[in-house]
T-cell receptor
Framework: EPEVTQTPSHQVTQMGQEVILRCVPISNHLYFYWYRQILGQKVEFLVSFYNNEISEKSEIFDDQFSVERPDGSNFTLKIRSTKLEDSAMYFC????????????FGPGTRLTVT | GQSLEQPSEVTAVEGAIVQINCTYQTSGFYGLSWYQQHDGGAPTFLSYNALDGLEETGRFSSFLSRSDSYGYLLLQELQMKDSASYFCAVRDTDKLIFGTGTRLQVFP
């Protein structure tokens, strides 16, 4: 069964450093998302991406965040200057066209900012 | 603001039936989804209601009343492996707005 993959599974970085989180959505899916989940809290929407551009973003997704689909398979989230409060699990998700209400989530990247 | 409220925790024994409620207040609404998340895992899709009524998928059923801004997930014949967190999520345009989550503990 096709699945969304994410790398790395765990990233530790120092405050102020840049990080890039990588995702490979399910092939032939067209809509891509990043969500984050702070430990013990709910999942929060960050950004949605379609047709090579951002379709919607939340208040959390400020200027320090950016997304890119550099090739036909990868989807990346970059945090330019990490803060302590960016520590969270970051999930990538994708949606196909057949059943657009079902989002397929990757296993997540745990980001720890020290 | 946007909010989805769920009970924080529910406990039950194997074989029992449990209902997890969700009330929502969002600016947009296309439908209500339910996701399961085991500790350290990713959310996995369980069900979706776009219209009022009951949707049944095996041991899981989900109900929606748009006029009441309310839905629930019904889990039957509980198994130990059902111990997890359950999130309702409103589909607003193409994004999901998640609820606060309900931790279900199933005891033998």
């Amino acid at each position: 069964e096709p699945e969304v993959t994410q790398t790395p599974s765990h990233q530790v970085t120092q405050m102020g450093q840049e990080v890039i989180l990588r995702c490979v959505p399910i092939s032939n899916h067209l809509y891509f998302y990043w969500y984050r989940q702070i430990l013990g809290q709910k999942v929060e929407f960050l950004v949605s991406f379609y047709n090579n551009e951002i379709s919607e973003k939340s208040e959390i997704f400020d200027d320090q965040f950016s997304v890119e689909r550099p090739d036909g398979s990868n989807f990346t989230l970059k945090i330019r200057s990490t803060k302590l409060e960016d520590s969270a699990m970051y999930f990538c998700a994708s949606v196909g066209t057949g059943s657009s209400y079902e989002q397929y989530f990757g296993p997540g990247t745990r980001l720890t900012v020290t | 603001g946007q909010s989805l409220e769920q009970p924080s925790e529910v406990t039950a024994v194997e074989g029992a039936i449990v209902q997890i409620n969700c009330t929502y207040q969002t600016s947009g609404f296309y439908g209500l989804s339910w996701y399961q998340q085991h500790d350290g895992g990713a959310p996995t899709f369980l069900s979706y209601n776009a219209l009022d009524g009951l949707e049944e998928t095996g041991r899981f059923s989900s109900f929606l009343s748009r006029s009441d801004s309310y839905g629930y997930l019904l889990l039957q014949e509980l198994q130990m492996k059902d111990s997890a967190s359950y999130f309702c999520a409103v589909r607003d345009t193409d994004k999901l707005i998640f609820g606060t989550g309900t931790r279900l503990q199933v005891f033998p």
